[in-house]
């Protein structure tokens, strides 16, 4: 096993959590700025209303704000949007490590056993294995009494099948990075409408803050649907070069591993 490589992906994934982070913080600090800028405003409030002798405005919070501008609908889908892009990254870094994809105790064990002439052993230890490799090697195995190229191209096929299931997995990632913007795009429309029909519906002067809320709508909705995608489609493109990688090793390992029967092949055939 190449420690080295293994060194080199660590640092690659450090890097890229702490870009998401870097992502997160550039995403809510305007709306930090916002609501410490707005807060003399509020405080100014009150006592522009005592002086005018109304009663005092309810101090708002971000989260009060928040909920009122976007409403359940695109809360609830963002959230949910948010979960899973959480659960599928912890899922994906889960199965697609070298130890489940390419276990390198299997690698010695295996080799032991070929060592040994123990090859009925080799079989049952690849098969009781559910990893990438264990799969790969138990198909050549049980294909080997035919012809090693049978042997080959069964591994080929289960590699290829292991190999789409890897795929399907990490795809949607990239369904999420899709949607989330979409979702955003369909929201800001749906404000800009509000707001031009408080503007059509109040004859040249609108209510200011019915106006704003058609505006946050639109703004807000844009910014969660690409605070959603960017570390969506950061993540899959990440994931799938480090998934083509471990595919790559899986079959140098595989073949080398079965090479050994490459004579044994030739004769039989």
């Known amino acids: 096993m ?3 490589i293994f060194k080199n992906a660590n640092l690659r994934w450090t890097l890229a959590i702490g870009l998401l982070f870097l992502v997160a913080i550039v995403v809510m600090e305007p709306v930090v700025m916002a609501q410490d800028a707005a807060a003399p405003a509020v405080a100014a ?3 522009q209303a005592a002086d005018a002798g109304d009663a005092p405005a309810k101090e708002q919070t971000l989260l009060e704000w ?11 889908v963002f959230l949910a949007l948010s979960c899973a892009l959480v659960a599928l990254v912890i899922m994906n870094l889960i199965s697609a490590r070298r130890s489940s994809l390419c ?3 299997l690698i010695e064990g295996f080799e032991a056993h070929l060592d040994n002439k123990e090859y009925q052993e080799a079989y049952e230890l690849s098969k009781t294995d559910e990893s990438f490799l264990g799969n790969v090697l138990a198909a050549g195995l049980a294909r080997l009494s035919s012809s090693y190229s049978h ?3 069964a591994m080929q096929e289960v590699g290829a099948e292991e190999n789409m299931k890897l795929d399907h997995r990490l ?3 990239a369904l999420i990075g899709t949607l989330s913007p979409m979702i955003g795009l369909f929201g800001t429309v749906h404000g800009m409408i509000n707001s031009f029909y408080e503007i059509a519906a109040g004859g040249g002067t609108p209510d200011p803050n019915k106006l704003a809320s058609g505006i946050s709508t639109a703004l807000l909705t844009t910014l969660l649907g690409l605070a959603v995608a960017i570390p969506a489609i950061a993540a899959y493109n990440l994931m799938k070069n480090h998934v083509q990688k471990l595919v790559l090793e899986v079959g140098i390992q ?4 079965m090479s050994r029967f490459e004579k044994v092949g030739n004769k039989k055939s």
Do not use: H
């Open 103 to 105: 276990p390198p105790e």
């Open 45 to 47: 409030a009150p006592a």
């Open 66 to 76: 928040l909920y009122k501008s976007l409403g359940l609908e695109y809360l609830g």
């Open 2 to 4: 190449d420690i080295s």
């Open 171 to 173: 795809s949607y990632l």
């Open 151 to 153: 042997a080959i191209a």
């Open 254 to 257: 595989s073949e080398n591993l």
